[in-house]
T-cell receptor, first 114, second 113 residues
């Protein structure tokens, strides 16, 4: 099976712009989570989508949003970019249902805001 | 709420040294526990997991035992290699469907020849 894929791998944006990142989960996985990783704050949970619905949400401002499509692919959007949004954005998918299932991570999208 | 606490890094060891990275957790009930590893420039990879008390997860010479009495899941390896240099994350997920994952802050390990 193909792993979790994220596009693009690298992005450079200017303050005030907006950006959309994409994530394709492993085939059959219905849960997709997004994380922000920075040297100072570590790995921080943004949100999780399951069956096109946001199921869990971290503590991020409303500038960060996401959605999930019927094929489980997910996008996250950041509007009005700030310098502090520069980070590695990681997507993870998991096979959900009865029991607990580990998450599988993509390689990430490196966002640089100038 | 649920949380994970990892030992602070960075950790520097010589090749063939013994490794321990401490992880303790706070959770309601009996969560599943995980160790993930992140190599430079990559996403996180699942290293091992344990889903119930006294379970031992193991992979690539690493192992960790789910200790309910001490709420711990310490990662160990008997003899580290240079290729083990990476950042290690402890994580938990509650048993109920829909529970989110909680990650520790990560511990950076450097192994020198």
């Amino acid at each position: 099976k193909a792993g979790v894929t994220q596009t693009p791998r690298y992005l450079i944006k200017t303050r005030g712009q907006q950006v959309t990142l994409s994530c394709s989960p492993i085939s059959g996985h219905r849960s997709v989570s997004w994380y922000q990783q920075t040297p100072g704050q570590g790995l921080q949970f943004l949100f999780e989508y399951f069956s096109e619905t946001q199921r869990n949400k971290g503590n991020f401002p409303g500038r960060f949003s996401g959605r999930q499509f019927s094929n489980s692919r997910s996008e996250m959007n950041v509007s009005t970019l700030e310098l502090g949004d520069s980070a590695l954005y990681l997507c993870a998918s998991s096979l959900d249902g009865q029991g607990v299932h580990e998450q599988y991570f993509g390689p990430g999208t490196r966002l640089t805001v100038t | 709420g649920d949380s994970v606490t990892q030992m602070e890094g960075p950790v520097t060891l010589s090749e063939e040294a013994f490794l321990t990275i401490n992880c303790t957790y706070t959770a309601t009930g009996y969560p599943s526990l995980f160790w993930y590893v992140q190599y430079p420039g990559e996403g996180l990879q699942l290293l091992l997991k344990a889903t119930k008390a006294d379970d031992k997860g193991s992979n690539k010479g690493f192992e960790a035992t789910y200790r309910k009495e001490t709420t711990s899941f310490h990662l160990e390896k008997g003899s580290v290699q240079v290729s083990d240099s990476a950042v290690y994350f402890c994580a938990l997920r509650g048993l109920n469907t829909g529970n989110q994952f909680y990650f520790g802050t990560g511990t950076s390990l450097t192994v020198i020849p």
